[in-house]
């Protein structure tokens, strides 16, 4: 693994109206929905509300377990989430705290399993690529191959990851193979690097090329051991972040925005049960990125799927 060195530069940003991350969507139920489920193929079992889906890319085999809301569908199709595990984890996991949220909305979370319990962050299609996995799902989705019969949204199509999995949603927002297939993504203690030997991802990070086609919603703990935040609540905690935070600097500054990121409010409910800021680029900006901290979070941060859910499902592309 290597870190590649921060490029700093300066720029000006618009402000993301707190509304947003509050917003609501009204889901007007159809009369009828289709009930297929996805297509179990081979050695994929799942339990619970979770079906499994096994496909091949690249010539491996690979699966996803997906959790279909009992909701109606809205008018305008089931919105998509796709959920990215943490390391050693696993996509068959039980996020009922996730699903409280998101059957409210009709929703449908896709849990993409890792091979090995874990993610590659290549861009150049060597070693596990874990990049085109996710675009031939979200690929297949959308033709209705995968999850067939069911009433798709195309324009609301997010993603989610926890830890090395925020590390990958990251990876998916810069990429340029994955850049547009999300309207907004959240990753949760997660933070971004190019892995060693990468040329492709090096170049896109020391060539300005971080600009993101998603919105984006990042959340850490800034006392985490075990990611490094990409900044620590300042003193006051309303004062604006300098210091180039990484990734959002890098991605704020592609956008023609500012690298400093300034105090928006402090979030109720807090998350983990400590004081949770939310931050923006200071300024005027085109592209919306939110980083909110929670002071003396550590790396399991929780509470933090009401507002990120509010937030995912305001968007669209």
């Known amino acids: 693994m290597s870190t590649l060195p921060l490029r700093r530069h300066r720029a000006a940003l618009i402000g993301v109206a707190l509304a947003a991350v509050l917003a609501t969507v009204a889901c007007e139920p159809l009369p009828t929905d289709a009930t297929q489920e996805p297509t179990v193929v081979g050695n994929c079992t799942a339990s619970g509300t979770r079906t499994c889906t096994q496909l091949t890319v690249g010539g491996t085999a690979r699966k996803f377990y997906t959790h279909r809301s009992p909701q109606l569908s809205p008018v305008t199709g089931r919105p998509v989430v796709l959920f990215f595990h943490g390391d050693g984890g696993t996509g068959a996991a039980n996020l009922a705290s996730l699903y409280a949220r998101t059957d409210l909305d009709g929703a449908i979370v896709v849990q993409m399993d890792g091979l090995s319990n874990t993610w590659s962050f290549y ?65 949760v203690a997660g933070n971004f690097y190019c892995e060693t030997g990468d040329a492709v991802c090096t170049a896109r990070v020391n060539g300005n090329g971080m600009a993101i086609s998603s919105a984006l919603v990042s959340v850490n703990g800034d006392a985490d051991p075990v990611v490094s935040p990409p900044a620590v609540v300042p003193t006051p905690p309303t004062a604006t972040i300098t210091g180039w935070p990484w990734p959002h600097a890098s991605m704020s500054y592609a956008h023609g925005c500012a690298t400093n990121f300034a105090h928006v409010v402090e979030l109720t409910p807090s998350m983990s049960g400590k004081p949770t800021y939310l931050y923006r680029p200071a300024g005027a900006c085109s592209h919306e990125l939110l980083m909110v901290l929670v002071k003396g979070g550590g790396h399991g941060v929780s509470g933090w799927e009401t507002p990120v859910w509010n937030w995912l499902r305001s968007h669209s592309n």
Not at 175 to 187: I, N
């Open 123 to 187: 861009m150049d299609g060597t070693h596990v690529d874990d990049v085109a996995f996710t675009k031939a799902v979200v690929d297949g989705i959308k033709a209705g191959t995968l999850l067939t019969g069911l009433h798709i949204d195309p324009h609301r199509i997010y993603a989610i990851g926890n830890s090395r999995g925020g590390f990958m949603v990251n990876t998916l927002t810069v990429d340029s193979r994955s850049a547009g297939l999300f309207a907004a993504v959240a990753p």
